[in-house]
């Protein structure tokens, strides 16, 4: 499956963005996506991730009651909402598939988008 991110940009602090990430080639529907960051000088971390049919998501700690993520199996997309964004938030975000729900671990990711770089200024 291929997987094209979009949407990032310059945002200030407490603004909002939505990301995008469609997908093609095997059937979308099949795979949990998950997004992920990676910010300068660190190590790419794990966002969140929504199940086949959308029905659960998780997040992480520093991202929960901020960040939503939502698909539309039928467009082939996933979003990653994001709002009350933080200077913290800056780094270039990807989506990411793979067969396993519970997969928080960039390595347990089989499929990835090139990444969409947000940044928020303060």
């Known amino acids: 499956v291929q997987l094209q991110a979009s949407g990032g940009g310059l945002v200030q602090a407490g603004g909002s963005l939505r990301l995008s990430c469609v997908a093609s080639g095997r059937t979308f529907s099949i795979y949990v996506m998950g997004w992920f960051r990676q910010a300068p000088g660190k190590e790419r971390e794990f966002v969140g991730a929504i199940r086949r049919s959308g029905s659960s998501t998780v997040y992480a700690d520093s991202v929960k009651g901020r960040f939503t993520i939502t698909r539309d199996n039928a467009k082939n997309t996933v979003y990653l909402q994001m709002n009350s964004l933080k200077p913290e938030d800056t780094a270039v975000y990807y989506c990411?598939?793979?067969?396993?729900?519970?997969?928080?671990?960039?390595?347990?990711?089989?499929?990835w988008g090139q990444g969409t770089q947000v940044t928020v200024s303060s």
């Open positions: 990411a598939a793979t067969p396993r729900w519970g997969a928080y671990d960039e390595h347990q990711y089989d499929y």
